[in-house]
């Protein structure tokens, strides 16, 4: 059963978090431990005979009762939330519960400590004046505010976080559409071309496209299963790809491989991330073709450089290749954001298309 968005929103805990009544239990012990070396050291001072284990335990006695405070405070604002009608009510509750009990636990703890005997429960009220009971409706307002502030940032912290993680999930599932969108661009250009071969009569021509485009298929779906690839397997890929459009479209095009002196296969690069720019080219049926992958240096460090430079065949793009091209841009957007950059110019009849991205690799 899928839990609701409030109840997911109250599971979601920054690592690190203590409990709120943790913190408080800490809190109010810190409080103890500096009101006894206080106490103890009036003591020493006065020449009155004390020991500072006994001091330090009379004043963790005294502090229960507000742990208890906030073990209740911490579970109301957990179960409750924070509505605004509610939280007078609250805050009158806590005093009519609680402030009782700091009047009537302060005198029994001065008298146990004091030798005297315990008293009945209005007699024990009466014992405090007016000054402490001013005193702990301050303390317990003190607590109540403090109990709201700290659980209110919480609950703030884990609305942001729950939303950053929305967002985070948005976004792996719109690179996935991306990633995806590439895959009907790659198997219509490869169909049309082996349904050509077929209509051409050339049976053993379709049939040997028709295992490369299986291989090709098979690293396809490998990559989309993955976030990242080695940039030698997207080479790889790209050069049997160009195979089978030769294959489909005859032998007349003429590739120029410049991949520079880098090993490839300790680079990472998002699955299919330059097939598009080859895709690109190729649906203009270019004469010459040419793929330089390599790696430059910018002011955010260094970045892998991949351009595909094509000599026009006189064919029009197809718009697959165009859209293809769009969706690639909005996915270097998304991953990279402005330390990545797709851009084509044409020079006469040359056009280039130039992707870089950041330089990452398989240790990193």
Do not use: K
């Not at 330390?339 to 130039?354: W, Y």
């Amino acid at each position: 059963m899928l839990a609701t968005p409030v109840m997911q929103l109250r599971q979601i805990r920054p690592p690190g978090w203590l409990p709120p009544w943790a913190v408080a239990a800490l809190v109010w012990n810190l409080l103890a431990l500096l009101g006894a070396l206080a106490s103890y050291g009036d003591a020493r001072q006065a020449a009155v005979p004390a020991t500072f284990a006994a001091t330090l335990l009379r004043f963790v006695i005294v502090h229960l009762p507000l742990n208890a405070v906030s073990l209740v405070l911490a579970i109301g604002f957990h179960r409750a939330g924070f509505r605004r009608q509610q939280l007078l009510l609250a805050y009158g509750a806590v005093l009519l519960a609680f402030l009782p009990l700091l009047s009537i636990w302060h005198s029994a703890i001065n008298n146990l400590f004091s030798g005297r005997p315990l008293a009945a429960l209005p007699a024990l009220l009466s014992q405090q004046s007016a000054l402490s009971w001013w005193f702990d409706t301050l303390v317990l307002t003190l607590a109540f505010g403090a109990h709201l502030a700290y659980g209110a940032w919480r609950h703030a912290q884990a609305q942001a976080l729950a939303g950053q993680l929305a967002r985070q999930g948005n976004l792996a599932l719109r690179l996935r559409l991306l990633q995806g969108q590439l895959e009907p661009y790659f198997l219509s250009s490869a169909l049309a071309g082996i349904g050509q071969l077929n209509r051409e009569g050339l049976r053993e021509q379709a049939t040997r496209a028709l295992a490369r485009l299986s291989g090709l298929l098979r690293y396809a779906l490998r990559a989309s299963r993955s976030d990242w690839q080695s940039v030698a397997d997207e080479i790889e890929f790209l050069r049997d790809y160009v195979d089978l459009q030769r294959l489909c479209h005859g032998a007349g095009l003429a590739v120029q491989w410049q991949l520079g002196d880098d090993d490839w296969a300790d680079y990472r690069c998002p699955p299919l991330l330059l097939f598009p720019m080859l895709e690109r080219a190729l649906s203009t049926r270019p004469q010459q073709l040419t793929v330089r992958i390599g790696t430059q240096q910018a002011d955010g460090g260094q970045q892998v450089l991949a351009e595909v430079s094509y000599v026009t065949g006189g064919h029009r793009a197809r718009s697959a290749g165009g859209d293809a091209l769009a969706a690639l841009a909005e996915r270097l957007a998304m991953l990279y954001g402005d330390a990545a950059r797709l851009a084509s110019h044409a020079d006469g009849d040359t056009v280039h298309i130039r992707l870089f991205y950041p330089v990452s690799r398989h240790d990193d």
